[in-house]
């Protein structure tokens, strides 16, 4: 019977590629989780701005709410009523892009990913 020195650090070398992949596959995952989740929080926070009517401030509340993570450009508002009258519809629209930490995911996604996030409330 031969000598199985040093059998487990090559079984180790073999395997730690894809533990690291896992890792930053799981960090990555939780990266776009927190994101979906403030751009969401961000946008209800913004629709309800503009559904009581203070339609100067709903972008500022979308960035703010967000923590500044987002910019007033990745935020589109529009109203079903130009004049914004009472029961006419207010839908704010967010898209951030975010890129990818895992080195073999990325190439599949050179420009990031964008999440989208739309919201719709009735103007009081």
């Not at 004049?83 to 930490?101: E, H, P, W």
Request: glycine share 6%; aromatic share 8%; net charge negative.
């Amino acid at each position: 019977m031969k000598s199985e020195k040093g059998a487990s650090i090559v079984e180790f070398a073999l395997i730690l590629p894809l533990l690291i992949l896992l890792v930053f596959g799981i960090i990555d995952f939780g990266r776009i989780f927190h994101a979906y989740l403030t751009i969401d929080h961000a946008g209800r926070e913004a629709a309800r701005v503009a559904s009581v009517g203070k339609f100067s401030d709903v972008e500022t509340t979308a960035v703010q709410k967000s923590g500044n993570m987002i910019t007033a450009e990745d935020v589109e508002v529009t109203y079903s009523d130009v004049n914004k009258i009472r029961g006419s519809i207010a839908t704010v629209k967010i898209d951030y892009k975010i890129t990818f930490l895992t080195p073999i995911i990325q190439p599949f996604f050179p420009s990031g990913l964008t999440l989208s996030d739309t919201t719709t409330m009735r103007i009081e």
